[in-house]
Structures are given as structure tokens and as C-alpha cells.
């Protein structure tokens, strides 16, 4: 009895469809002739009702670096997707490795207060 109940548990929870906030492209590498790469992404919110979101930028160790996000923040209605532009500094280096996370901002005065975390990883090279 217990394996059938646990079976059955187990094919809804496959079965049932998940939403969850999304960015595209996830990983990628860059080529860059200048002291800067610049990325773009995409944000989507897979939900039918708006949601605030942030685009922060990482080092390998999830540490934050210094990087211009246009928009860094923003309100996305419902089942929509906004591009961002992203530009980093090589910092002196040759290669660059970086996470750039979409993260949800929960709106104040609400009850729920789930923040959600969606990162990329993007190698870059200097020539």
C-alpha cells in the first residue's frame, strides 16, 4: 500500500507542470577587443501576475563585482520577457569568468516574501 501511494505521489509531482523565473541565455562565452564584454540577457517571469526583479553580476565565488546593467531593475507583467544589457571590465585580466543572476524582489506589505535566484555562467576573453 505504502509503495503505491508513494508511486502515485511521485507520477503527480513529475507530471505536474512547473513555472519558475527564467533568463536566457544561461552560459555562454564572449570574445571581446576592448578592456570591457558586455552580455545580453533576457528575463522572463513565467507567471500571469507582475513580478519585480533584479540583474545582478557575480564573480566565479558569487562575489559582487562591479558591472553596469541596463535596466538593473524592473517590473515584468505577466508571462513577459525584457532583455538586459550587461557590461563588464576585464579588470586587467585576460579571461573573465561571471554569474549573472535575475533575481525576484518581493513587493513590501505582502505576506509571501519569496526570493527566488536564477544565474548564468559567461566566460569572456580579451584579444
Known sequence: MKEGVLALIIALAVATPTAGQSM???RGEVTS???EF???IYSRNPYNHRVKVAVRVYDSDFKPIEARVS???MLLGGNASRPV???VGF???RERRVR???ESVPFPNQEVRVKGQVCGKFIARRR
Open 71 to 73: 535596466p538593473s531593475e
Open 33 to 35: 577587443f576592448t578592456d
Open 38 to 40: 558586455a552580455v545580453r
Open 100 to 102: 549573472i543572476c535575475t
Open 24 to 26: 536566457t541565455p544561461m
Open 85 to 87: 544589457l550587461v557590461v
Open 91 to 93: 579588470e586587467g585580466e
